[in-house]
T-cell receptor, first 114, second 117 residues
Framework: AQSVSQHNHHVILSEAASLELGCNYSYGGTVNLFWYVQYPGQHLQLLLKYFSGDPLVKGIKGFEAEFIKSKFSFNLRKPSVQWSDTAEYFC????????????FGKGTHLIIQP | NAGVTQTPKFQVLKTGQSMTLQCAQDMNHEYMSWYRQDPGMGLRLIHY???????DQGEVPNGYNVSRSTTEDFPLRLLSAAPSQTSVYFCASSWTSGSLSGANVLTFGAGSRLTVL
């Protein structure tokens, strides 16, 4: 069975700090990978996605993620965070060719202090 | 575009009561799904549908029923509510599922917060 592991459940940073949120997955075949964000009181929105091609993908609001197949990782990065980045971040996986829906990690609650 | 619309936004039930969470999308998406979100647990898939008339179980289907009589609607029924079903429920849809098309980015509804006493 596939699974997604997010290493940090809570992260607190100051504005302008650099961010890296870890995501590892367990699945032996082709995968699609996603990062979704949930701002306070709002529903989930897509931040970025990887389907194929360049393993470094760029998303909205200056976020990027790198797919490292050998490490089964898809870490999310941002060079300089803002207070408005306070949110919950979810890494998700879809296994290749399947219709089983997305498997989500447990989420990382990011708090940016002004 | 309304996107994915969920009703109600909030609901309080007593143990044993039944209810239906409604989900409708106006994007002609084939794929629809229900997730529940619990603190520290992320989102877990309850049921999903790849098209009208087709439904299947996800990771945590027990205590829930679904049907998909039309492309637009995908209601989630709680047959006999239990306190363990207290959660926030999200409906999500996409053009399709699977990796081949690349068109399976989920659009989420705003969520339905359910409390079972």
């Amino acid at each position: 069975a596939q699974s997604v592991s997010q290493h940090n459940h809570h992260v607190i940073l100051s504005e302008a700090a650099s961010l890296e949120l870890g995501c590892n997955y367990s699945y032996g075949g082709t995968v699609n990978l996603f990062w979704y964000v949930q701002y306070p009181g709002q529903h989930l929105q897509l931040l970025l996605k990887y389907f194929s091609g360049d393993p470094l993908v760029k998303g909205i609001k200056g976020f990027e993620a790198e797919f490292i197949k050998s490490k089964f990782s898809f870490n999310l990065r941002k060079p300089s965070v803002q207070w408005s980045d306070t949110a919950e971040y979810f890494c998700a996986l879809e296994s290749g060719g399947g219709a089983d829906g997305l498997t989500f990690g447990k989420g990382t609650h990011l708090i940016i202090q002004p | 575009n309304a996107g994915v619309t969920q009703t109600p936004k909030f609901q309080v039930l007593k143990t044993g009561q039944s209810m239906t969470l409604q989900c409708a999308q106006d994007m002609n998406h084939e794929y629809m799904s229900w997730y529940r979100q619990d603190p520290g647990m992320g989102l877990r898939l309850i049921h999903y549908s790849v098209g009208a008339g087709i439904t299947d179980q996800g990771e945590v289907p027990n205590g829930y029923n679904v049907s998909r009589s039309t492309t637009e609607d995908f209601p989630l029924r709680l047959l006999s509510a239990a306190p363990s079903q207290t959660s926030v429920y999200f409906c999500a849809s996409s053009w399709t599922s699977g990796s081949l098309s690349g068109a399976n980015v989920l659009t989420f509804g705003a969520g339905s917060r359910l409390t079972v006493l």
